[in-house]
Each structure stands twice: as C-alpha cells, then as structure tokens.
C-alpha cells in the first residue's frame, strides 16, 4: 500500500506528461497550417498572370464568345442529310428555293438555296452579309441559324416558321385570318421592320416587303424572314440607291 506522498507524486507527474503532449501536439498542427498556407499562396501566387497575359485570356475569351455569337457554318452533305437530299420543297422566291430539314437533335429548319454562283468573287460579300445577319436578333426577324458556301451550294439556314407565309392566309381561299389576328401581325411586322431600319448597329434595308416575307410561327407571331439580302448600309446613311432589281417585286420602304 502506497503513501498519500507517493500517490500526489504520481498524479503530479501524470499531469506532467500530458500537458508535455498536449503543447507538442499544438505545435505540430500550428506548423502544419502555417506550411499548408505558405504551400497555398505559392501555388496562388503562381497562378496569378501578368497584366498582359491577363488581358489577353480576356481578349481571347471575348473572342471565342463573339465566334459562339456567329452563324454556323454547315457543310453540304450536312444539309443534304438533314433535308433528305432537298425534296420537301417549301417554297421558292426570287433569291433562292426554300426546303424543310431536320437536324439529328429534333431542330426543325428552313434550308433556302440561293441562286447564283458560288465562286470566290462573291465570298468575302456574302460572309460579310451572314456575320451581320447573323448577330440581328429580335422577337419578330427570322433567326438565322447558320449558312454553307461551298463549290456546289450556297444556302442561308433559319429557324422553321410552322404556318409558313402570311400570303397563303390572305390569299388562301379557306384560311381566313380575324382581325385581331391580322393587327396583331400587322404591328409585329412593322416592329421588326422599324428594328432593322432604325435599330441596328447596322441598318438594313429591306428590299422586299411583302405576305410572303412576313413568316408566322405555330402560334400566328409574325417574323420578317429575307431581311439581309438585299442590302447592309452604314447608319450615317440617310438614304440609299437602288442600283439594281433585286428579289421579287415587293414594297420599297421610303428610306430609298
């Protein structure tokens, strides 16, 4: 049997030991996040850019989002599969045959072929007149989606408009439009012609007013489809010269 000396002293050196390991403890895991941080902010400091690079990693990720702004280019076979070789006709008018496709995604659209050639003499136009078609967008101007230009094939790809042309409901003995309907198209039209006219970065003029420009959705919303083709002009200008007939006979709007 131990003295209550002897026990004191055990206890005392029990307590001993314990804070010894407790304060080593303690110290190993301050060392340890002080190397963590010190290992974080190198890594951190690496990763920081110069001005310069910086600059030029936002340059380049405004670029690429600029380039997702822009029409896609398709390639012929893409458009032949997707039409089924071009026999569902849609229509046709005076810049080109319009056929109904479908891409492998379910994406519904109108293919036109344009008529004329498709040498290089008229590339760099036609790119031009695409990359700004193609960056126009508002509720009631047909989307176009992407474009081919290739030797065999020269072709615009735009939304599909399920009711077609407002013509066929003017004209068309048994499909009759109210009048509410025909307002309401009548005013979405002028809103998307008065956009290209007068909001554009770049105005286009359209060349071509008329029913069968005018294209309604599965839900009768109008969207004014051959807006790009006929001419692009700066917005200093106030009027411009029609050189030349261009598409089919339509409504001129007073700004020639």
């Known amino acids: 049997m131990s003295s209550p000396g002897t026990g004191n002293t055990f206890d005392g050196s029990t307590a001993t030991y314990a804070i010894v390991i407790i304060a080593v403890i303690i110290i190993k895991v301050v060392i340890l996040v002080y190397v963590c941080r010190k290992m974080s902010q190198r890594q951190s400091s690496n990763n920081v850019c110069p001005d310069s690079q910086f600059l030029t990693l936002t340059m380049d990720k405004f670029l690429n989002d600029m380039e997702r702004e822009k029409p896609i280019r398709f390639t012929c076979q893409q458009l032949r599969i997707a039409t089924d070789n071009f026999t569902n006709l849609l229509g046709s008018g005076g810049f080109g045959a319009v056929y109904k496709g479908m891409f492998s995604n379910g994406t519904m659209v109108a293919v036109k072929v344009l008529y004329g050639s498709s040498d290089k003499r008229i590339k ?133």
């Open 124 to 256: 760099e136009q036609f790119m031009a007149e695409v990359s700004t078609i193609g960056r126009v967008h508002h509720f009631n101007l047909v989307r176009l989606y992407g474009f081919c230009f290739e030797q065999n094939l020269r072709a615009l790809v735009y939304e599909y408009m399920e009711n077609g042309s407002l013509d066929k409901f003017l004209f068309g003995e048994d499909k009759k439009l109210g009048f509410q309907q025909l307002r309401s198209i009548a005013v979405g039209t002028a809103k998307g012609i008065a956009y290209l006219h007068e909001e554009c970065q770049h105005r286009i003029i359209h060349y071509d007013i008329k029913p069968g420009n005018v294209l309604l959705d599965a839900k009768f919303l109008p969207k004014v489809a051959d807006f790009g083709l006929a001419k692009l002009c700066n917005r200093e200008n106030t009027h411009v010269t029609m050189t030349g007939g261009r598409g089919t006979p339509g409504y001129a709007a007073p700004e020639l």
